[in-house]
């Protein structure tokens, strides 16, 4: 289906009904304290809602309702075609809401709503429908024992799950999330971004619709150091999924060691190295360079940030990429056109500019983009790339979650693989070259979750996506992201 036109968009808002309760054992509620947090639209600075913050006290009513559901077993112990039935008709139902959750999706995060309708709306419900197809297709192990006995091994859900998630693909990683441990009979909470939290709290009605049992499928928005706190602190928690930063990942490790020793499985951040060698197919490396660091206004875990380039083909790449770059239409999230909208907020707008004032300091040099002067408002940064990086800048190093690019030259393979590993994170990398035994030798030695060759940032349901090193442990996607949300259970009987 086409996007429809920002006409329809700005008059659907017009009677765009906002979530703004929590959603606690079947029902929408306010904060136990009467606390809210203020929505804003980045792109505008307009109001949106006041929504509920979590106490301690919410977190509690959840825990509690979450366990009683698990315990009861409607949920938990149906048959996993029944199961399947149900998340099916969520997955249509999100269908079916399509247009209201990409504008809720553009409205909170300013991100373009020809992304959020093509991308992140269908991206969720397709995760939510796979999810539903893989779970009655799943069969248990009988262990080798000899005669006389017999030993299964079959998976049970683990429990309550908690997942607490960052704002830039608010819906897609709730279902990243959701999907595998709803399939799986958990019962589950999820904690939405302060920024983002109106189309989890839509789906949390929609998931009502479908027939989700009361108690499975609670959301409480509120602050991470609150509500997000004590889903990490609390003892009747079992597993707790995050996505977010590095820093707040390793705070989940804390409250699980201070608590009750529950699984805390991380996603964190990243600096995804793109390797470009002279023997690649530069027109396409560049194009795809440009989607690679820039979609989603570059607020991507996996953005490939660091583009590291053959010497020998720098100034030629560099000119492709800023051909291909200034294509892009930066503006209005709601005119389909745009490709690239506001970040999430004025806040982090002005970190990403602070990067591109201290790439400057630092000696790198702008290919693409502007120098700030300090006077810019509002949540809108440009495409921007840096050359003469070094691979000790910290526009090289560090995470910058926003449209900027540092271009660092290198010699030859060696030094390639040795710059793109010289990093604490390891999420992602990509490759670009005609020489298929270098891509396999570059693609071994890449520390990195996931290697894209002659592509950028890979993702799809039917492959697993995590991290090495501080980008965090556990794998979303996939049917490796069940082992995150079941576990074993050997029965052995003497016959
Ligand atoms: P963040 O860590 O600040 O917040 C993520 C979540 O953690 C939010 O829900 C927040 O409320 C909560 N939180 C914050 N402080 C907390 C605390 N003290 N205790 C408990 N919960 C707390 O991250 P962000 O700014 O929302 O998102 C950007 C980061 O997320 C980037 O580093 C990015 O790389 C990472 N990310 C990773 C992936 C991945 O799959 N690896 C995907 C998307 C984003």
């Known amino acids: 289906m086409a996007v429809p036109d920002p006409h329809y968009w700005h008059d659907f808002r017009s009677r765009l009904v906002i979530p703004s309760e929590a959603f606690i054992d079947g029902q929408n509620t306010p904060a136990s304290d009467g606390q809210t947090l203020t929505n804003h639209n980045p792109a505008t600075g307009d109001v949106l809602a006041d929504v509920a913050a979590c106490s301690s006290e919410d977190v509690d009513r959840a825990v509690a309702a979450a366990r009683k559901s698990f315990d009861a077993g409607e949920w938990s112990l149906a048959a996993p075609a029944e199961r399947k039935a149900v998340l099916q008709r969520l997955a249509a139902l999100m269908m079916e809401h399509q247009e209201e959750l990409a504008l809720l999706e553009t409205l909170d995060t300013g991100k373009p709503i020809r992304d959020a309708f093509e991308l992140d709306i269908p991206g969720a419900s397709g995760c939510f429908g796979w999810y539903a197809e893989a779970i009655d297709k799943l069969y248990g192990e009988v262990a080798p024992t000899d005669g006389s006995n017999l030993a299964t091994i079959t998976r049970e859900p683990v429990g309550v799950v908690a997942a607490v998630i960052p704002w830039n693909f608010p819906l897609d990683i709730t279902a990243w999330k959701m999907a595998p441990a709803l399939a799986a009979g958990n019962s589950v909470i999820l904690k939405p971004a302060e920024q983002s939290p109106l189309t989890a709290l839509r789906l949390a009605q929609l998931a009502k619709e479908a027939g989700i049992p009361d108690g499975v499928f609670n959301v409480l928005p509120g602050h991470g150091h609150i509500t997000g706190q004590a889903l990490g602190l609390h003892s009747n928690v079992d597993c707790l999924a995050f996505t977010g930063s590095t820093a707040t990942g390793k705070r989940f490790l804390e409250y699980s060691a201070q608590s009750n020793m529950k699984q805390v499985w991380l996603e964190c951040g990243g600096k995804s190295p ?181 592509t950028v940032d890979a993702i799809d349901f039917i492959t697993p996506f995590g991290g090495y090193k501080q980008s965090g442990f556990g794998r979303d996607l996939s049917l490796h992201a069940l082992d995150k949300f079941t576990q074993l259970k050997t029965t052995w009987v003497r016959l």
């Open 274 to 454: 793109n390797l470009i060698f002279a023997d690649s197919d530069l027109d396409e490396a560049a194009k795809v360079a440009v989607q690679g660091i820039y979609f989603n206004q570059g607020e991507v875990c996996s953005a490939n940030s660091r583009i590291l380039i053959q010497r020998e083909v720098k100034d030629a790449f560099v000119e492709r990429f800023v051909a291909a770059a200034s294509q892009l239409k930066v503006g209005d999230p709601l005119d389909p056109s745009t490709d690239i909208g506001s970040l999430i907020d004025d806040n982090h707008a002005g970190k990403v500019r602070g990067y591109i004032s201290l790439g400057l300091e630092e000696g790198a040099r702008l290919a693409l983009g502007e120098a700030p002067d300090g006077k810019e408002k509002g949540a809108f940064v440009t495409p921007t790339l840096f050359e003469g990086v070094t691979a000790e800048m910290t526009i090289a190093r560090e995470e910058i979650f926003g449209p900027v690019a540092a271009l660092i030259e290198f010699a030859d393979e060696d030094e390639a693989v040795a710059i793109a590993n010289d990093s604490i994170y390891g999420l992602a990398a990509s490759v670009w070259t005609e020489n298929l035994s270098r891509a396999h030798r570059i693609s071994r030695r890449l520390q990195a979750g996931t290697v894209s060759v002659n």
